[in-house]
């Protein structure tokens, strides 16, 4: 019913920017929740910013004031802006969205984002 497509990560260095995609195929269902998640290597996946199809958005500390987050919900696509990187933001970032009046939480196959120093 859904499917998500990752798109934008690279290589990039310390301040330097990317913006990462997330292209849904949806069908018989609207997206409540958007969300982008990262994973560095040996550490847990986290909440990096989350948007609702009201609106509302919120970001983890981490990347507040550096990255923002944004959704054009006719297309089903969201966008992470990310500026101002650090080495520690490098993470392979997925993409994840839950369906409205539905438990299950769909995911993107990620994008490897790298931040040189």
């Not at 995609?21 to 069908?27: F, G, P, T």
């Not at 004031?65 to 990187?85: A, C, E, P």
Request: charged share 20%; hydrophobic share 35%.
């Amino acid at each position: 019913q859904v499917q998500l497509v990752e798109s934008g990560g690279g290589l990039v260095q310390a301040g330097g920017s990317l913006r990462l995609s997330c292209a849904a195929e949806v069908s018989g269902a609207v997206l409540d929740i958007m969300a982008w998640y990262r994973q560095a290597p040996g550490k847990k996946r986290e909440l990096v910013a989350i948007a609702t199809i009201g609106g509302s958005t919120d970001y983890a500390d981490s990347v507040k004031g550096r990255f923002t987050i944004s959704r054009d919900n006719d297309k089903n696509t969201m966008y992470l802006q990310m500026s101002s990187l650090k080495p520690e933001d490098t993470a392979v970032y997925y993409c994840h969205a839950r369906p409205k009046y539905s438990p299950i939480n769909y995911w993107g196959q990620g994008t490897q984002v790298t931040v040189s120093s």
